[in-house]
Nanobody, 129 residues
């Protein structure tokens, strides 16, 4: 059974940093594409970051480029989202999702939950001003 579990959310002040973790199990991590979505209050689901595990192909949305970075620990089957210079607009529930077999991260901004093979329960990130 494919499973993703997020952790690392919390409350942070504007300008602060957080690192989210997405731990994967039940599927071939190295053959997957894993990334992050978020949904803020009253906003639509937004695909913000993606990593194709096998070759390191990545995507970051315009709203996060230069502030967020995505990385992996293949020994532990974990994908990280390092978030710097957080702003109140970054307040959202952050979910990780996976596609197996992998896809190019250029497709990530077009994906919705129904396109994914695994979906995490989400972790809340709240940024205070």
């Amino acid at each position: 059974q494919s499973q993703l579990v997020e952790s690392g959310g919390g409350l942070v002040q504007s300008g602060g940093s957080l690192t989210l973790s997405c731990t994967a199990s039940g599927f071939s991590f190295d053959q997957s594409t894993i990334g992050w979505f978020r949904q803020g209050p009253g906003k639509e689901l937004e695909g913000i970051s993606c990593l194709r595990i096998g070759d390191g192909n990545t995507f970051h949305s315009d709203s996060t480029k230069g502030r967020f970075s995505i990385s992996r620990d293949s020994a532990k089957n974990i994908v990280y989202l390092q978030m710097n210079n957080l702003q109140p607009d970054d307040t959202a529930v952050y979910h990780c999702g996976a596609v197996v077999p992998n896809v190019h991260c250029g497709l990530w901004p077009h994906f919705q939950r129904r396109n994914l093979d695994a979906w995490g329960q989400g972790t809340q990130v709240t940024v205070s001003s």
